[in-house]
């Protein structure tokens, strides 16, 4: 794996960090999350990357530790509370500490309201909510222990803004934004910030595969930047919001959206 080609990020890890920190990124092996890992990795910190395809997370992993950075790989199926369970075991047993999460897994469906079936309801909301309340409880006990942590769940402007088709992935993020403050408020006195990255129309495997051509037409006319967003640039965000200089930002949702979310008429 290539992982300046995988992930957009290339600088070499940073020495200049006063302590060591651990961070858990889920759905960590692929895209967004590959991106997430190895910019944080690039910033010092000890990176678990956590992802159901626990080959291409070693993979990873591997790369990343070649690079000069510090990774392993973590199986997890944040739709499985046991499988949550035993990676953050697993990472209490290698590091006894978990300072960030990063909860990126998640899954989307497009299908009109009406079509929307109780099934692909019940499993989004499995994936993009339960599973980082999950993993948030297990990283916050953790967290407490040492007084400080930083957790960042990644969302999506359709849980700001509706989409159509969007009934089951929309409502997901827009619980996983009710969350994120949630966790804000009941963790602030411990040292913990709690924050929500948007993103709007990134470039990814994922969504060059499933974008149609008029769904790239319709984002092409209502993103200001006329662009989809990379991988590269959520990771930034989301390091900035791990990082010592995010210490008095909580509860809050940033958009890595090109304008979308500002956006109304862009042509006259």
Not at 149 to 175: L, W
Not at 207 to 219: I, K, L, Q
């Amino acid at each position: 794996m290539n992982l300046a080609a995988h992930t957009g990020y290339t600088d070499t890890p940073s020495t200049n960090r006063a302590e060591a920190r651990v961070a858990l990124v889920t759905g960590g092996a692929n895209g967004i999350g590959a991106a997430i890992s190895a910019r944080l990795a690039a910033e010092g910190i000890s990176v678990a990357v956590a992802d159901i395809d626990l080959g291409t997370a070693a993979r990873l992993a591997r790369e990343i530790e070649g690079r000069g950075g510090k990774a392993v790989a973590v199986q997890m199926d944040v739709a499985d509370p046991g499988s949550i369970t035993r990676a953050f075991d697993s990472v209490e047993r290698t590091y006894d500490r978990c300072d960030i999460l990063v909860s990126n897994a998640g899954i989307a469906g497009v299908a009109s309201f009406v079509d929307c079936s109780l099934e692909v309801w019940e499993r989004v909301q499995k994936i993009n909510v339960t599973g980082p309340m999950l993993c948030g409880q297990h990283a916050a006990r953790l967290m407490v222990r040492r007084g400080w942590g930083r957790i960042v769940n990644i969302g999506s402007v359709s849980g700001v803004r509706a989409g159509f088709g969007r009934t089951a992935y929309g409502t997901s993020k827009a619980a996983l934004i009710g969350l994120t403050r949630q966790m804000a408020i009941e963790l602030a006195d411990a040292g913990i910030t709690a924050n929500c990255v948007a993103p709007g129309p990134i470039d990814t495997p994922l969504t060059r595969a499933h974008h149609s051509a008029e769904t790239r037409e319709s984002y092409r006319r209502t993103v200001p930047m006329r662009r989809y967003g990379t991988p590269a640039e959520v990771a930034a965000i989301t390091a900035f919001l791990c990082s010592e200089q995010a210490s008095y930002v909580t509860g809050q949702v940033m958009a890595a959206d090109g304008g979308f979310l500002a956006a109304g008429i862009l042509e006259v």
